[in-house]
C-alpha cells in the first residue's frame, strides 16, 4: 500500500494557503498542497514535517491530522493508495522554486473553488479546506 501526506499551510489570518504548481505527475500543471510519500517506520506527522522541510525550507512544530483518506480499489489513478491530510497556520515566508514546482501562497477562493480546475484531484483540495476551516471555527460552511 502506497502512503502519502499532503499539508495544507494557511496564513495566520486565513486569507492565503500555501500551494506548489507541479512539475511532474500526478497533476502537472495543477496546483496542490506540499506533500510526498511516508517513509518506513515514519508517522504521518513526521512525514508532514520531513517533506515541508525538503520542499520549502519551513519547520513545522505541530501539524494536525486532519483525515486519513483511502482511494477505493476502482480508483484506477490512485487504487490502493493511503492519503493524509494535514494542516497548520503559519507566518507568510517566501518560497523558493524547486524540483517539484512553483510555489505561491495563493487566495483562499482560489482553493476554496470547486469548479477550479488548475486544482488538483477531483475538487477534493476546496472540500478538504471548507472541512478544516469548519472544524476549527474560522468559517462555517456546514450546519
Do not use: H
Not at 499551510?9 to 505527475?25: A, G, H, I, S
Amino acid at each position: 500500500m502506497n502512503k502519502f501526506v499532503v499539508i495544507f499551510l494557511f496564513t495566520k489570518d486565513y486569507k492565503k494557503v500555501l500551494m506548489v504548481k507541479r512539475n511532474k505527475p500526478p497533476y502537472k500543471n495543477c496546483w496542490n498542497g506540499i506533500g510526498g510519500k511516508i517513509e518506513e517506520n515514519e508517522t504521518e506527522i513526521q512525514a508532514t514535517i520531513r517533506e515541508c522541510y525538503e520542499e520549502t525550507e519551513i519547520k513545522l512544530d505541530n501539524p494536525k491530522l486532519f483525515i486519513t483518506y483511502i482511494y477505493p480499489e476502482t480508483n484506477q489513478m490512485n487504487k490502493g493508495t493511503n492519503l493524509s491530510v494535514l494542516y497548520d497556520f503559519i507566518d507568510e515566508v517566501q518560497v523558493k522554486s524547486n524540483y517539484e514546482g512553483i510555489y505561491e501562497w495563493k487566495d483562499i477562493n482560489f482553493a476554496l473553488d470547486f469548479n477550479n480546475k488548475e486544482l488538483a484531484g477531483l475538487a477534493n483540495i476546496s472540500q478538504f479546506i471548507k472541512e478544516i476551516f469548519d472544524i476549527e471555527g474560522i468559517k462555517k460552511f456546514y450546519e
